[in-house]
């Protein structure tokens, strides 16, 4: 049975969308399911972990910086780090300092707000190309 294409294959990737704006996350949802991702929503970072810690299969995280609860999105790369070090982290904010504040690498990178959601999809799948 042959393979599918190349393009399929490197959208099924399943992300962790975690944003508390309703409005601001499910397009990016949308977006990311009309090109074959598998996407879970999280409200919080309380919400996002307690996705992760139920054994949900995901392979990347693409959060909001400045969020309601405990954590913010910083806390939850913190917590990555600890618990899911292979699960990179895609970090969003509308604050011009919080650029800033995020140290990019493989694993840890920061698009502002608002963003173009095909760039949200090149990052994420960058990200994933070199886990």
Not at 33 to 48: K, L, W
Not at 76 to 81: P, S, T
């Amino acid at each position: 049975m042959p393979l599918p294409p190349a393009d399929i294959i490197e959208n099924t990737l399943a992300v962790l969308i975690v944003e508390d704006e309703f409005l601001v996350r499910w397009p990016a949802a949308e977006f990311l399911r009309e090109r074959g991702y598998t996407v879970i929503e999280a409200t919080d970072s309380a919400d996002a972990i307690s996705i992760l810690n139920s054994g949900a299969h995901v392979d990347i995280v693409f959060s909001d910086i400045n969020m309601p609860g405990e954590l913010t999105g910083h806390g939850l790369g913190e917590w990555l780090d600890r618990n899911h070090p292979n699960v990179p982290l895609l970090l969003t904010s509308a604050s011009p300092t919080e650029a800033d504040k995020v140290t990019t690498s493989d694993k840890r990178r920061f698009i502002a707000k608002p963003y173009e959601l095909g760039e949200v999809g090149a990052q994420l799948e960058a990200m994933c190309r070199v886990r």
